[in-house]
């Protein structure tokens, strides 16, 4: 049987689960949308998951980022629960030793994250505006009637570029229709689109940073090849794309989990028959005080499995010591 840890990253657009082996290579990785069901998206991961197996596994620990991180933690039962920042600078630094600049581009959001001598030292967060996430680079090859795995090639054709004013996902889309009325072509279009985004980024993100090689890219973005050559024009130097960049969040909680094991060597895991129990979120305020605080509950089954929100601890301890007694 062989010993293996879970990652998974949980986002507004896509939830990410990954498993890895104690050799650190990668058994299995499900990249699925979130639509709004972050409960329904981990249960479809770990039945992804659990499918791809083609022999016995067991589970010696589990790691949760993103922005559901907590409610996928309880679901589950997560060992380690931590921010994409540290997610996605472990892995990067498993990826390539010594890599001194990230840069996470998802599919609503986007992220600069520096490392000096193997610590975070720096990080910058766009979560405002969308020119240059994935959700934006979708609609635009889907109004140009370009399959989006084909958007990156056909940038790389572009023999005159033209230049697209990228400051701002709706001027940028104006900008590209103008430039199409005008008469250029797609590929020079596509290309003056993929400068734009680049230099919106390193704008928004990287000003007054020092961007340091080696430098990583990561995220559903870092697939588009257009955007990774305006990188290395705009930049002067090579970028470097991992293998599974799209899962890199997961594969952080991945590595943070096998710490975790070694440490501890136990597991709160729930296993995979969770994919098989229905969940419902219920939330009340409590009126016991003045901070009328929102108590979220989940139920598994209809049992009462764990509660948050409450600043006091009152009700989400209460539920703890109810488990312990169960159990």
């Known amino acids: ?18 498993l890895m082996d104690d050799n650190n290579e990668i058994i299995g990785k499900v990249y699925t949308a979130t639509q709004g069901k972050p409960i329904d998206a981990v249960q479809r991961g770990l039945k992804e998951i659990k499918s791809q197996l083609n022999e016995d596994i067991k589970v010696k620990g589990v790691g ?14 997560a060992d380690v629960i931590k921010n994409e ?7 990067a630094l498993s ?4 890599v001194r600049t990230i840069f996470e581009i998802g599919g609503q959001d986007s992220k600069i994250i520096l490392l000096r001598n193997g610590i975070i030292s720096d990080f910058a967060m766009n979560t405002v505006c969308a020119a240059g996430t994935g959700s934006f680079l979708d609609r635009q090859a889907a109004r ?18 033209v230049r697209i004013a990228g400051r701002c996902a709706v001027f940028a889309e104006s900008d590209m229709i103008h430039k199409q009325q005008l008469g250029h072509n797609q590929e020079d279009i596509i290309k003056g689109l993929c400068d734009a985004l680049v230099r919106n980024f390193l704008n928004n993100l990287g000003k ?8 990583v890219f990561q995220g559903g973005v870092a697939a588009n090849v257009g955007i990774k050559k305006s990188f290395e024009e705009a930049l002067n130097q090579e970028i470097f794309v991992p293998t599974h960049h799209d899962v890199m969040g997961a594969i952080g909680c991945c590595l943070l989990a096998q710490e975790h094991s070694l440490k501890k060597n136990s597991t709160q895991f729930k296993g995979f028959d969770i994919i098989n129990s229905g969940y419902q979120v219920k939330g009340f305020e409590c009126e016991d005080c003045s901070n009328l605080c929102e108590v979220i509950e989940i139920m598994r089954d209809g049992q009462l ?11 989400s301890d209460k539920v703890k010591s109810d488990i312990e007694k169960l159990a």
């Not at 007054?208 to 430098?215: N, Q, T, Y």
């Open 1 to 18: 049987m062989k010993n293996c840890y879970l990652g998974i990253d949980v986002g507004s657009v896509s939830t990410n689960v990954a």
């Open 64 to 77: 949760t980022t993103g922005s559901g991180r907590h409610l996928a933690a309880m679901i589950v039962g």
């Open 85 to 91: 920042i540290t997610a996605h600078g472990i892995a």
């Open 95 to 98: 990826f390539v030793k010594g």
């Open 144 to 161: 140009i009637g370009i399959k989006i795995q084909e958007f990156g090639d056909m940038a790389l054709k572009s023999k005159n570029p």
């Open 208 to 215: 007054g940073k020092e961007l340091l090689g080696p430098i």
């Open 305 to 315: 499995m764990a509660r948050w929100g409450d600043k006091c601890g009152k009700w």
